[in-house]
């Protein structure tokens, strides 16, 4: 093992990288689902309550992702975490 693959961090290839990546280029396919979804049922006649439940359900998942991020990221900078949280303690 080399320090590029024991540090995610700038390393392309790593794992963690490839996670937070596909995570973030499905939440940039969420925005544009979305609009679609929202253009093609006004454009069918589709009732406002079942866009909105669709849309519920679009939320749900793309804020799982989202969280899914946010821990990935966290997990990354354990050290910057520690540092956050001493400083917040502090004041």
């Known amino acids: 093992m080399n320090v590029a ?3 995610p961090d700038g390393n392309p290839s790593s794992d963690d990288n490839q996670t937070a990546q596909q995570i973030c280029r499905q939440i940039d396919q969420f925005a544009e689902t979305l609009k679609s979804k929202v253009e093609e049922a006004a454009r069918s006649g589709d009732s406002f309550d079942s866009l909105e439940r669709e849309i519920h359900k679009m939320i749900l998942s793309v804020g799982r992702q989202a ?3 946010f821990v990935s990221r966290r997990v990354a900078h ?3 975490q520690v540092a956050a949280m001493t400083v917040a303690t502090a004041r």
């Open 67 to 69: 969280v899914d991020l």
């Open 5 to 7: 693959d024991s540090n």
């Open 78 to 80: 354990p050290i910057q």
